[in-house]
């Protein structure tokens, strides 16, 4: 079966950089992609990329152009999302999904989802 | 703000149906597939609806979806407390290049 298992919750202090993973199982991982969104507490989903596990094709929302780079490891399956020059604003649940190679496909299957807590 | 427009809660009675809206433009819902998901508490979102109104393996037909232009439209049908959760939609902007969700909407099954 299809699972996506992100790494665990993280601290960090404003400036710091976050690297989140998400390890992939159950299917052949270079035939998806992976979109990472976030929620803030109480918010909704934000969309914040997506990167193709077949060439690492990379579309990143505007918001974090510049701040966050997403890749993926084919021999291991992991995906990563790195956020850096962290702030208040960044804390959130991270989650990865699998999609598809094609921009809007949608996103079937969600890991379990990583806190960051950004705090002084 | 949201790109998608959704009302932030709705409800009905159980057994009674109720429908969800999803607002947006020409550049999102109006030319991409739509898709919808539902949040229980504490938990990650699951896709319920993909390309306006297909259902994933698993999900009953109480649940279905539709698409009129600019908007986009999730029904469900035979409510059950366990259907109380958010919902959300989304889609692709192509001006954007981007993904794009609705706010969210909390659905309470009184």
């Known amino acids: 079966q299809v699972q996506l298992v992100q790494s665990g919750a993280e601290v960090k202090k404003p400036g710091a950089s976050v690297k989140v993973s998400c390890k992939a199982s159950g299917y052949t991982f270079s035939n998806y992609g992976i979109t990472w969104v976030r929620q803030a507490p109480g918010q909704g989903l934000e969309w914040m990329g997506w990167?193709?596990?077949?060439?690492?094709?990379?579309i990143y929302a505007q918001k974090f152009q510049g701040r966050v780079t997403m890749t993926t490891d084919t021999s291991t399956s992991i995906a990563y999302m790195e956020l850096r020059s962290l702030t208040s604003d960044d804390t959130a649940v991270y989650y990865c999904?699998?999609?598809?190679?094609?921009?809007?496909?949608?996103?079937?299957?969600w890991g379990q989802g990583t806190l960051v807590t950004v705090s002084s | 703000q949201p790109v998608l427009t959704q009302p932030p809660s709705v409800s009905a009675a159980p057994g009674q149906m109720v429908t969800i809206s999803c607002s947006g433009s020409s550049s999102n819902i109006g030319n991409n597939y739509v898709s919808w998901y539902l949040q229980l508490p504490g938990t990650a979102p699951k896709l319920l609806i993909y390309?306006?109104?297909k259902r994933p393996s698993g999900i009953p037909d109480r649940f279905s979806g539709s698409r009129s232009g600019t908007s986009a439209t999730l029904g469900i049908t035979g409510l059950q407390t366990g259907d109380e959760a958010d919902y959300y939609c989304g889609t692709w902007d192509s001006i954007l290049s981007a993904g794009v969700f609705g706010g969210g909407t909390k659905l309470t099954v009184l």
């Open positions: 990167i193709s596990a077949y060439n690492g094709n990379t």
């Open positions: 999904a699998r999609d598809g190679q094609k921009t809007g496909d949608p996103c079937d299957y």
């Open positions: 390309d306006n109104d």
